[in-house]
């Protein structure tokens, strides 16, 4: 079996906890490269990591690495446990929300851009949201509610009419991965991609599966291609 | 003319089962709009629905009542909105009733995302437009369970309706949640899901649920009530360093060694199930996914109480002595694999030459996803899984 290295903590990364609007205690970890913490004055971008619900904040780290590749292009991050899952379990657990209080995810999305944007001193649309399956739907609706969000990520988005309207009025920069054997987010991600700005991508895999495990697929299975990291830190990078 | 399409699953009951009658069992919230409360044909409809809910040992009330403990279903008539609100703001609400509802598209993506509650619509095919957006909600809803009956609205649907609320809440199954201690410190976070009639002196067999390296008990949350419904009780697991088992730290700092006694875990839960007076403790089995697949063989092969071991999509290459016990073939296998996914459909299908036990299985997808996703894909899966737990962990 192949067994996954250890997580290394980074010299960069700093944990933090931080409060939802309704004042859901949220728990998270910073990742700030060399420009941002010596404050020099340097133009920083920054990004929202926003696992589904079935994982946690460590889904884009283990293995993957995210947080490191973004911080290669200049990329400020910030991962963190959405409300319920992860450090951020209590009072109640996710299986314990109700279908509405899930969708307040959005919530915590939007607390966790805050932060990220006081600490790297973020003034302009230089935020980045990334989220993956079941929760880009609250991703993408805090993302359209806040102007300085200047591009939104998508790996294998579930999405609804009401959340694809938003985009729509929003027409943010898009890029959206997705596998084409899952039809549903082939569907949503595509209308996605169709709501956003002429600066949105689409790219359409084949046999990778579903969310940041895409990322893990597609070492495993296609060495030889691209690292989707990369192609996202570039993507973002070139967008923000 | 009356058309009806519904009640595959749910027995319709002539008489009224014996344990049904002591008290009040669960509770309906009524929510009904303002025009549809008026309506003669509501009003005749809640005066069956109440007698017959009080057969069962249900009560009616509104929603102002305060809710205590006991088990809650909801019936919305007219607009829908609030009762589709209701139930999807309650994760308690376990089901839904919709009677004539004329619903929104907010209030149909709710149901889209509304997966504790199933949700029983009745729409007349007299109402035109009632029916289409009935029927978009009911095709809306993700819950198994859902169910739609489209017939003429009279007093005749009110037994039908307290029987699927009956079955719905009593669905036969008993879920506790538990922890589970190692011989390590590690206290091992889990839902121990139990045929209702273990609990009435028969012994179900049982099998431990292990999740992915990324993931938590919680993709099990389908599978786990219909091997339970097959009469397989289910152990639906956090290992260590996952989900809410975390005492002692995370999965993801661990190193090889603390990654390779995830498989003790099995041994503990096997150890835990055999102390159950409800389980039988020689017929266990272990369901694995990705690296908790590759745990789940190390702890179960070589462990004599276990006799069926299902791995889905795992990177696990099987040790010497492994393979010797399934070529024993004491050990039913069922291998799951996705096709495009090379090195581990490749492990898999070795893993699956080597047993010769008569139940073993292969099934093998087009899809390259991983794990759990496969049940997204594939509705047919963990019910086809349920059914070979069952078939070889049978008496």
Known sequence: MSDLAPIVPNKDDEVVTFEATDGWQLSGVLRLPLPAR???????????????SHHEQDTFVYGLGVPDV?????????????????????????????????RRVADDVAAAADLLRTRVGITDASVAVISEQDTARSAALAAAGDPLVGALVMLSPRLDRSTLEALAARRLPTYVMV?????????????????????SELDVFSGLGFGATMFMSRSFEQPDEAPLQVMLAEWVQRTL | MRNRIIFSSVPEHDEVPSDRVSGDRWVIVELVSGEASRDPKWAGFRSALRDEIERYGGSIVDSDAAIDLRPVAVVGCGAGEDAVGFAAGSPGVSALVLVRCDLTQDSIELISECSHAAVYTLADPADRTILAASLDGHLASPHDSSDIEVAAFDTSLAPMVAAWVDHRISSGIHVEEVTIPTPDGWGLGADLIVPANAHAGAVAPAVVLMHSGRSDRAVFDRLAPLLAQRGVAAL??????????????????????????????????????????EIDGTRLGVLGIAHGAGYGANGALGDKRTKALAMMTAYH?????????????????????????????????????KSTNPSSRMMEFSEGVLGYQLFDLHAHLEPAIADWFAEALGP
Request: glycine share 10%; with cysteine.
């Open chain 1, 38 to 52: 010596l404050d020099t004055g340097a133009r920083v971008m920054g990004a929202v990591l926003v696992p589904g």
């Open chain 1, 70 to 102: 973004l911080a290669e292009h200049g990329i400020a991050s910030i991962r963190f446990d959405i409300r319920g899952r992860g450090e951020s379990r209590s009072p109640r657990s996710w299986r314990q929300l109700s279908t509405l209080e899930r």
């Open chain 1, 179 to 199: 596998s084409k054997e899952d039809r549903r987010s082939l569907h949503d991600g595509t209308h996605a991609y169709l709501a956003g700005d002429e600066r």
């Open chain 2, 236 to 277: 639906a697991l956090d290992w260590r360093g996952r989900g809410e088992s975390t005492n002692l730290g995370r999965f993801v700092d661990f190193t090889s060694e603390q990654q390779a006694a995830v498989a003790g875990d099995v041994t503990a839960s096997y150890d835990y199930l055999s102390s159950r007076s």
């Open chain 2, 317 to 353: 290459l099987l040790e010497k002595g492994q393979e010797e016990v399934l070529q024993t073939g004491d050990v039913a296998v069922l291998c799951v694999a996705c096709t495009p996914n090379k090195m581990s459909s490749g492990a898999l299908r070795e893993i699956y030459s």
